[in-house]
């Protein structure tokens, strides 16, 4: 019996391996009451003995009650053994299924740990709305922030302006007529271009300018000039014109002026532009062909204006009409066999350069004739005058004779 305990205590020790601890904690728990209950049974098997051989020599009616007795403990230790043994049983039963119930356990809190470390814990969501907000809030403070550390420190009026473009004028008159300061604030250039390019287009020279900033500090003022198409002449003096209809106040020297140049003989203001914007509206073929431009006037027309061609040809045509009929000289000059003159005051005609001349001597020969017979006409009215004081003066004297006698 003791041995088949002992083999069952074995087959659980072999069960316990493959057990989990809290299983085989409890194995051993029942592995050692079995042991403890097989150890008590022997010590009773034990006593058992040696009370059957004490009481040996005791009568055989002793025996016989002996017998019964031991026949009785017998069947209480079968008993006992067998109800160990259903009991063992029922353990192993209970085990059996606590075993089952504690693997189903194990393998649900294994997946629900799989699940837990696949499935992160989800964050708390901010609202959009709360984000917006606090985003409004904290951009402009830290737009003000470098705004104002910037404006603090040296960089903030650092500045390398140069100057492109001038031919005429110099980089300090721009820089000058630009009004930037060394104190500026940089970012004030950035914000106020438009006005810092005004400016600069004070300068009568200058037809238009460009402020170009380039990081971090660096400035470029692009400038274009105002093209010189005419020179007022005034003696030795020539003064450009620009294309603006600005006459420059300063003259140039001569070895300045370019190998040719249109010569203008007048310097009324309000002429000088007229006359710019006119010739805007001629094409580079005929500007390139005047040389020189005066005032004409005649009794009919007050800004009529002569111009001498490069080939000694003369054109009379209105200031404010030039743009207009000036063209047609390109179709009237293949025409030409000599110098001429193209009248265009009236209609368009033309005459040689030697009737022109025919025309003045006429002209001034006529005039002076107009001239002298105007002057013996005066001297007629003086010497008529003269006669008549003499006379009133004889008669004043006789007068004056009459009362002595």
Known sequence: MSKDKKNEGKEILEELKELSEWQKRNQEYLKKKAEEEAAL???KEKER?????????KSEDKQDQESETDREDEESAKEESEEKVASSEGDKEEEEKEESGSKEDEEQDKKLAKKATKEKPAKAKIPGLHILRALTILFPSL????V????????ATMKDIRVEGTVQTTADD????SGIQDTDYTINLLLDKAKYEERIKSNYWVESA????????KFTIKIKEY??????????SHYPILSS????????????LPETYLSVLFNDSEQIKTFTSELAQISPELKADIQKVELAPSKVTSDLIRLTMNDSDEVLVPLSEMSKKLPYYSKIKPQLSEPSVVDMEAGIYSYTVADKLIMEAEEKAKKEAEEAEKKQEEERKRLEEQKKQEEQSNRNQTTQRSPRR
Request: aromatic content about 10%; overall charge negative; proline content about 3%.
């Open 41 to 43: 049974a022997e010590e």
């Open 49 to 57: 003995q040696a009370r059957m051989g004490e009481e040996s020599e």
């Open 143 to 146: 737009l003000l922030l470098i």
């Open 148 to 155: 104002s550390a910037y404006l603090l420190s040296p960089y």
């Open 174 to 177: 721009i820089r000058q007529a």
């Open 210 to 217: 460009q402020l170009v900033y380039q990081f971090p500090t």
């Open 227 to 236: 093209d010189i198409v005419a020179y007022y002449v005034s003696g030795e």
């Open 245 to 256: 209809g600005q006459l420059e106040t300063s003259a140039v020297s001569l070895v300045s």
